[in-house]
């Protein structure tokens, strides 16, 4: 399968302070790479580096082969899109959902008026999400339903790759199975990339295509979900599904 993201050789401080050290990983056309670590290991300092809100001390991001500048285009911003963990920090709140969606697809796509009507209800229906939906502002929502704006707004400028970052951390844990669910039939659907960032194992195992471990910024084991799950490659891995309580 067609390599989407590679990250080669990552080193990236914060005030100073080397944060992540020597990172590689790839994620291929219709996968779901899981990073998974402890809390402080880097996993969103990775994500900063690779929507290119921190610049890196060394190495490179490439997207399809193409090495990813300093300073980006338009389309490129527009090419990886962000869900983060706390949905009221991303949407805002001044804006009716459907003014936030519009916003988002005129800056990256060119569509005619129309077009964005039609693709806004289209993802609302397919989100799940109520009818209404357009016409209201985000403070009317549940954390669920919000997160699931969050990742129709992701997916409406048709993305190469998603990076979520414990966008259901926060959710209930029914709230959050649907919302796992409908990431999973999306990816089938788009033949999406996705970064799934979680310190819950659990979440990783139900989601995931492949894993790679971060421990104190640096990326300690990849493999297949199922590998992993099985045998993880390192003493970390094991600990970490140890302290699972049980998959
Ligand atoms: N804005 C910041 N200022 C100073 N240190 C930071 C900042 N953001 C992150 N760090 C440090 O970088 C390290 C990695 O943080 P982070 O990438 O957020 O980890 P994770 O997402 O895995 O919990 C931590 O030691 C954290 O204290
Ligand atoms: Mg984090």
Same mark, same amino acid.
């Given at each position: 399968?067609?390599?989407?993201?590679? $990250?080669?050789? =990552?080193?990236?401080?914060?005030?100073?302070?080397? =944060?992540?050290?020597?990172?590689?990983?790839?994620?291929?056309?219709?996968?779901?790479?899981?990073? %998974?670590?402890?809390?402080?290991?880097?996993?969103?300092?990775?994500?900063?580096? #690779?929507?290119?809100?921190?610049?890196?001390?060394?190495?490179?991001?490439?997207?399809?082969?193409?090495?990813?500048?300093?300073?980006?285009?338009?389309?490129?911003?527009?090419?990886?899109?962000? %869900?983060?963990?706390?949905?009221?920090?991303?949407?805002?709140?001044?804006?009716? /959902?459907?003014?936030?969606?519009?916003?988002?697809?005129?800056?990256?796509?060119?569509?005619?008026?129309?077009?964005?009507?039609?693709?806004?209800?289209?993802? #609302?229906?397919?989100?799940?999400?109520?009818?209404?939906?357009?016409?209201?502002?985000?403070?009317?929502?549940?954390?669920?339903?919000?997160?699931? /704006?969050?990742?129709?707004?992701?997916?409406? %400028?048709?993305?190469?790759?998603?990076?979520?970052?414990?966008?259901?951390?926060?959710?209930? $844990?029914? %709230?959050?199975?649907?919302?796992?669910?409908? /990431?999973?039939?999306?990816?089938?659907?788009?033949?999406?990339?996705?970064?799934? #960032?979680?310190?819950?194992?659990?979440? /990783?195992?139900?989601?995931?295509?492949? $894993?790679? $471990?971060?421990?104190?910024?640096? =990326?300690?084991?990849?493999?297949?979900?199922?590998?992993?799950?099985?045998?993880?490659?390192?003493?970390?891995?094991?600990?970490?599904?140890?302290?699972?309580?049980?998959?």
């Amino acid at each position: 399968m067609k390599n989407v993201l590679n $990250v080669k050789n =990552i080193y990236a401080s914060i005030g100073g302070k080397q =944060i992540l050290k020597d990172v590689c990983f790839d994620i291929s056309e219709n996968e779901i790479l899981g990073l %998974v670590g402890g809390s402080g290991s880097g996993k969103s300092t990775a994500a900063k580096v #690779i929507t290119g809100l921190l610049k890196p001390d060394s190495g490179s991001i490439e997207l399809y082969g193409r090495k990813l500048s300093g300073k980006r285009s338009r389309k490129e911003c527009g090419s990886i899109q962000m %869900v983060f963990q706390n949905p009221e920090s991303s949407l805002n709140p001044k804006y009716k /959902i459907g003014k936030i969606l519009a916003d988002a697809m005129s800056f990256q796509l060119r569509l005619s008026r129309e077009e964005i009507a039609k693709r806004s209800a289209d993802l #609302i229906r397919r989100m799940e999400l109520p009818e209404d939906t357009l016409y209201r502002y985000p403070g009317s929502f549940s954390g669920g339903q919000k997160q699931r /704006i969050a990742l129709a707004r992701a997916l409406s %400028v048709e993305p190469d790759l998603i990076i979520a970052d414990e966008p259901t951390s926060s959710l209930d $844990v029914s %709230v959050q199975l649907r919302m796992l669910d409908l /990431i999973k039939e999306i990816k089938e659907e788009r033949g999406l990339s996705i970064l799934f #960032i979680s310190h819950d194992l659990g979440v /990783i195992n139900y989601l995931c295509d492949r $894993v790679a $471990v971060m421990k104190d910024g640096r =990326i300690i084991e990849t493999g297949d979900r199922g590998s992993f799950f099985e045998a993880p490659k390192t003493e970390y891995g094991r600990e970490l599904l140890s302290s699972v309580p049980r998959i």
